[in-house]
T-cell receptor, first 113, second 117 residues
Framework: ETGVTQTPRHLVMGMTNKKSLKCEQH?????MYWYKQSAKKPLELMFV???????ENNSVPSRFSPECPNSSHLFLHLHTLQPEDSALYLCASSQDFRGYGYTFGSGTRLTVV | AQSVTQLDSQVPVFEEAPVELRCNYS??????LFWYVQYPNQGLQLLLK??????LVKGINGFEAEFNKSQTSFHLRKPSVHISDTAEYFCAVSDPGVTGGGNKLTFGTGTQLKVEL
C-alpha cells in the first residue's frame, strides 16, 4: 500500500463512452498530479493541483477533464477518447508545491477500443 | 524546459555483478534529481533523491547515485544486484528555481534492468 490509491486498476472503454478515474491519497499531501505513461515514451505530465487549485494544464485535450474536490481526491473524467489515448494513467501526490519527490499510485491501465 | 536523457533503454547484468544506470539532464542553475523504480503492473516508487548537500546520495535497496554538476549527470549504481532488482528505472528532474517548477517532474524514457542468473 503506497498511500495513493487509484481505481479502477483496469478500464476498457469505447470511443463514445464516458468514464472517470479516481485517485485518493491518505498522506496529508497538498499537491496532486496526473501523468500519462505510454510505451517507449517518457511520462507525460498532464495536470497539477496545489491546494485544490489547478496550476498546470500541459496542453491536454479537452476530452480529459480533471476534478479536485479536496486535497485528498483527484478525478480524471474521460469522454470521446481515441485509441491513442490508451495508456497507463498514474496519479501522484507530494507534500506541497516544492516537490520533494512524489508518491505514486499503481495506475489505471486504460484501453480505448 | 528541463530534459532528461537515459541513453540505455536496456541493461542486462548477471546476479551479484555491479551495475550503473546513466542519467544526464539539461543544464540549470538549480535542480532536484530523482530516481524511481517501476515493477511490472505497479506505479513508480522513489529510490532516492538529491535536493542539496552531499553529492553522493544513498537510497533504498542498496542503490546510490552521485550528482555531478559539471557533467550534468546523476548516475545510479548498485555494487551487487539481485534478481529482484529486475525492473524499469526512471530518472527525473525538477527545477525549483522556476516559479512552480519545483513540483513538475520531467522524466527520462526509462532503463529496463534485467538481472540474470
Amino acid at each position: 500500500e503506497t498511500g495513493v490509491t487509484q481505481t479502477p486498476r483496469h478500464l476498457v472503454m469505447g470511443m463514445t463512452n464516458k468514464k472517470s478515474l479516481k485517485c485518493e491519497q491518505h498522506l496529508g499531501h497538498n499537491a496532486m498530479y496526473w501523468y500519462k505513461q505510454s510505451a517507449k515514451k517518457p511520462l507525460e505530465l498532464m495536470f497539477v493541483y496545489n491546494f485544490k487549485e489547478q496550476t498546470e494544464n500541459n496542453s491536454v485535450p479537452s476530452r480529459f477533464s480533471p476534478e479536485c474536490p479536496n486535497s485528498s481526491h483527484l478525478f480524471l473524467h474521460l469522454h470521446t477518447l481515441q485509441p491513442e489515448d490508451s495508456a497507463l494513467y498514474l496519479c501522484a501526490s507530494s507534500q506541497d508545491f516544492r516537490g520533494y519527490g512524489y508518491t505514486f499510485g499503481s495506475g489505471t491501465r486504460l484501453t480505448v477500443v | 524546459a528541463q530534459s532528461v536523457t537515459q541513453l540505455d533503454s536496456q541493461v542486462p547484468v548477471f546476479e551479484e555483478a555491479p551495475v550503473e544506470l546513466r542519467c544526464n539532464y539539461s543544464s540549470s542553475v538549480s535542480v532536484y534529481l530523482f530516481w524511481y523504480v517501476q515493477y511490472p503492473n505497479q506505479g513508480l516508487q522513489l529510490l532516492l533523491k538529491y535536493l542539496s548537500g552531499s553529492t553522493l546520495v544513498k537510497g533504498i535497496n542498496g542503490f546510490e547515485a552521485e550528482f555531478n554538476k559539471s557533467q550534468t549527470s546523476f548516475h545510479l549504481r548498485k555494487p551487487s544486484v539481485h534478481i529482484s532488482d529486475t525492473a524499469e528505472y526512471f530518472c527525473a528532474v525538477s527545477d525549483p528555481g522556476v516559479t512552480g517548477g519545483g513540483n513538475k517532474l520531467t522524466f527520462g524514457t526509462g532503463t529496463q534492468l534485467k538481472v540474470e542468473l
